[in-house]
């Protein structure tokens, strides 16, 4: 069965420091991997996407990376702020079917002054 | 920047009712989708739209659920019959196309409380 696991669940960290989100998966073959943001009431905004010939991505402060053969996605943030506190979500699309794409649980961040 | 909209942000009904949830897509987008989330739990994939036809539909999108473009800029989510279980947050999103590289881009979704 297709899945996607993230870890950690939650994670507190100090306004300024950084961190790695770490995103394990199943889905085999699979076409791309994104990392979204999730504010609490919000729809999730796209971060990154990376296909699967693809090892990092960056978007500012976010840099994701991608190993294809142990199947594992990590998002690095840099000095991190007070409006990254957020849900982080990886989400895989099956080769088969790019619409029907599987969501992680999310790693929920929270950043402390 | 423009955005996908998604009306009522708030929806409560009894159970049995029928609801419509309505969704502005971004404007020159041609894929549209609709994703659910369950409190506490992951986004999980509805149904994709495309041409005005349904591509392709989760498991869970079953004979109570259908959707709509009934004009050149709404899209729908209509459930029959609605049930418990169906209290969600529904969310909207648009994409140019379907390629590896294209963005979904998500609405800030409705909130349904089936009572």
């Known amino acids: 069965k297709n899945q996607v696991e993230q870890s950690p669940q939650s994670l507190i960290i100090l306004e300024g420091k950084n961190c790695t989100l770490q995103?394990?998966?199943?889905?085999?073959?699979?076409?791309?991997l994104r990392w979204y943001k999730q504010d609490t009431g919000r729809g999730p905004v796209s971060l990154t996407i990376?296909?699967?010939?693809?090892n990092t991505k960056s978007n500012g402060r976010y840099t994701a990376t991608l190993d294809a053969d142990t199947k594992q996605s990590s998002l690095h943030i840099t000095a991190s702020q007070l409006s990254d506190s957020a849900s982080y979500i990886c989400?895989?699309?099956?080769?088969?079917?790019?619409?029907?794409?599987?969501f992680g649980s999310g790693t929920r961040l929270s950043i402390r002054p | 920047e423009p955005e996908v909209t998604q009306t009522p942000s708030h929806q409560v009904t009894q159970m049995g009712q029928e609801v419509i949830l309505r969704c502005v897509p971004i404007?020159?987008?041609?894929?549209f989708y609709w994703y659910r989330q369950i409190l506490g739990q992951k986004v999980e994939f509805l149904v994709s739209?495309?041409?005005?036809?349904?591509?392709?539909k989760s498991e869970i999108f079953d004979d109570q659920f259908s959707v709509e473009r009934p004009d050149g800029s709404n899209f729908t989510l209509k459930i029959r019959s609605t049930k418990l279980e169906d209290s969600a947050m529904y969310f909207c999103?648009?994409?140019?196309?379907?390629?590896?590289?294209?963005?979904?881009?998500f609405g800030p979704g409705t909130r349904l409380l089936v009572l």
């Open positions: 999103a648009s994409s140019r196309d379907n390629s590896l590289q294209e963005t979904q881009y």
């Open positions: 404007s020159n987008h041609l894929y």
């Open positions: 989400v895989v699309s099956p080769y088969s079917s790019a619409s029907k794409i599987i």
């Open positions: 995103c394990n998966y199943t889905v085999s073959p699979f076409s791309n």
């Open positions: 739209f495309y041409n005005n036809e349904i591509s392709e």
């Open positions: 990376m296909t699967f010939s693809e």
